[in-house]
């Protein structure tokens, strides 16, 4: 069987997010035995060119002729020109790994779900204008033989958007799939690779670890607020990664307010062996978000055993079962709560770091990629 896998972020230099489902998912598929065959499809690439070059040498990733600008124009408001006619391949199957924009395809059409957050709660989602995400769930919900979820969270709001909006049921088309988590995180890097990494506290410090584009979903400023209800309980300081969002001037005057100048450290983005190196660094890995898809970083951080505070609501219970402390992210006093207990109670610290462990061992990429697999045979049957 042969699937077009079309993702933009596939042929993006940024790492993180989709663009890790997308390559996790594809290495994951091509290790099955006789499983389907995977080609890559992009409308562009950031990539310089001797990369970009060298990933589709590795992958066969085709990219279509008329760029960033134009494909999703022509896509969104004419629905022309059809995928099939740039593609260098047969095609059984078009699996479109996110929502990002319509397809112009006549193919049987897949599409991953990882969250449909701008049409549920847009005020997380300044950033990413609703009508393009609801565009793409309009010719999914029209056209899709198969939705993925990421997440039962994502399928629950999925099929109640269903409903409410459109007056169907999706029931018969989702189709829950977790994702995993790489086996790298389970492996000790070199701690060297942070050498080079501005900004970082004194080996000396312990630190709290927050990994994410800073924005109001990811709550850094509930963070905040419990770090400096804590700041005279314990020495730690807090280190996040990620990339600066639309609310990071608006952090920054709380660290200020809070007189936690000295506390908290920004390094922005970070190459993923210092992410698993930070996370072994770290003493809790606090993830207290208000909206997520799935939650990634939990397990991740799981795998690098690292105790995990995070949200008791969305999809991060589903996620973190009962290896992390769930805390209420509206409250402050709750998320410090969650934070005194791992950093003071050593017993806890380690019991977490165990039961952490045994869980992340619970989501592999393998196993996803089988059961992306079974969906996509399903269909072909179908």
Known sequence: MNITYFSNQFASKNGHGIARYAHELY????????????????????????????????????????????TPLLWNFLHWPRIETWLQHRSDLLHAVSLGYPIATKLPYIVTVHD??????????QGSPPWIMQNSLDQAVQQAVAMICVSQATADELLDYGHSHYGVDLSDRIHVVHEGVGQEFFAAPDPACLESLQGLPSAELPIILSAG????????????????ELKD????????????????????????????????????????????????????????????????????????????VTSNISSLPEVAGDAAALVDPHQAHSI?????SLCLDLKLSEEMKHMGLLRAKQFSWRKCAEEVADVYQSCSNG
């Open 233 to 308: 309980e314990i020495p730690h300081h807090l280190v996040t990664v990620g990339g600066d969002g639309w609310d990071f001037e608006q952090v920054k005057e709380l660290v200020t307010e809070y007189g936690l100048e000295d506390r908290v450290h920004f390094l922005g983005f970070v190459s993923d062996e210092q992410l698993r190196a930070l996370y072994r660094r770290a003493s809790v890995y606090v993830h207290a978000s208000l909206f997520e898809g799935f939650g990634l970083t939990v397990l991740e951080a799981m795998a690098s055993t690292c105790p995990v």
């Open 336 to 340: 410090a709560e969650g934070i005194r």
């Open 213 to 228: 584009k800073i924005s109001p979903r990811k709550n850094v400023q509930g963070v905040l607020k419990a770090l400096a």
């Open 116 to 125: 449909i957050g701008p049409l549920t709660h847009p005020e997380y989602f």
């Open 27 to 70: 290495e994951a598929m091509e290790e099955l035995p006789n499983g389907p065959r995977l080609v890559p499809v992009a409308a562009w690439s950031n990539r310089a060119a001797e990369d970009l070059q060298q990933l589709q040498a590795e992958t066969s990733l085709e990219i279509l002729p008329l760029g960033q600008k134009l």
